[in-house]
């Protein structure tokens, strides 16, 4: 059973700023929030990861408040090619065999 | 660096025939995770293998099994293959079990 919470889909035009919450009510102390990014026909792709405050890499950012029960993934002005599905994860990424555990995710759709 | 392949890319069965799965993880990758994932759905876990030795397992009957060879590459069997059986079927490796997963494109398997 997936331990996070995120709306089915989402519309966006061109050019503008995207942010998809998640809710993970129940987050562990040792665990992580990790975002993968699928696109149809192939395997989920690694966004970003993070387990406080703000995380930012080339392709996104991650906003985490401090009681850690929700995170919000921001894409800056996504284009077509965003148009994926995005899946929210939590779990300890120390320990050594945890399997990730996707929900159904969040179906992104980058109108022109 | 060479990045997760699967193979093959996509494939037919019948009911009640077996299927064999190949994966060849990241290059340094000592793990690899086994997902089913159907239509509309996210990756579900199977299995997964370190070093040889299965490592954690999904809600999946034993009809699903696998193997994982010197060079870290892996196979999926399914006996007795059922139309639910049909979904995509990724493979993702990591190094030590660790929950940053890659993930390969993934076989679209088809029963029918």
């Known amino acids: 059973l997936a331990k996070t919470t995120q709306p089915i889909s989402m519309d966006s035009y061109e050019g503008q700023e995207v942010n998809i919450t998640c809710s993970h009510n129940n987050i562990a102390t040792n665990d992580y929030i990790t975002w993968y990014q699928q696109f149809p026909s192939q395997g989920p792709r690694f966004i970003i990861q993070g387990y406080k405050t703000k995380v930012k890499n080339e392709v996104a950012s991650l906003f985490i408040p401090a009681d850690r029960k929700s995170s919000t993934l921001s894409l800056p002005r996504v284009s077509l090619s965003d148009t994926a599905v995005y899946y929210c994860l939590v779990g300890d990424r120390n320990s050594g065999n945890t399997p990730l555990v996707f929900g159904k995710g969040t179906r992104l759709s980058v109108i022109a | 660096e060479t990045g997760v392949t699967q193979s093959p890319t996509h494939l037919i069965k019948t009911r009640g025939q077996q299927v064999t799965l190949r994966c060849s993880s990241q290059?340094?990758?000592?793990?690899v995770s086994w997902y089913q994932q159907a239509l509309g759905q996210g990756p579900q876990f199977i299995f997964q293998y370190y070093r040889e030795e299965e490592n954690g397992r999904g809600n999946f009957p034993p009809r699903f099994s696998g193997l994982q060879f010197p060079n870290y590459s892996s196979e999926l069997n399914v006996n007795a293959l059922e139309l639910d059986d049909s979904a995509l079927y990724l493979c993702a490796s990591s190094s030590g079990g660790a929950y940053t997963q890659y993930f390969g494109p993934g076989t679209r398997l088809t029963v029918l």
């Open positions: 290059s340094g990758h000592n793990t």
